[in-house]
């Protein structure tokens, strides 16, 4: 298993999907980020913003990073874990 290390917070958390086929999103109110190990494998997308990440029984999460994006870009670029790292 790979894992990173980020400073993370909860932003929201996705339960499913309505019968229009919308997201039912609820959203966090963390105030602090916390440290967190977290598998490589649960993440799903990382914008410049947030991770979007697998959590328990199917469920979706958004976590908003203190790190900026290059800084993780390039992390990740050098643990070899991004294709096309710049």
Not at 2 to 29: C, N, P, W
């Amino acid at each position: 298993m790979t894992f990173i290390h980020l400073k993370v917070r909860a932003a929201m958390l996705v339960h499913g999907y309505d019968s229009q086929q919308q997201e039912i999103v609820e959203h966090a109110a963390a105030a602090e980020f916390a440290e967190k190990l977290i598998r490589i494998e649960r993440i799903q997308s990382i914008t410049e913003r947030y991770l979007l990440v697998t959590g328990a029984f199917g469920r979706m999460m958004y976590w908003e990073y203190a790190e900026d994006f290059a800084t993780v870009k390039q992390r990740l670029g050098a643990a070899g874990l991004l294709l096309d790292a710049d």
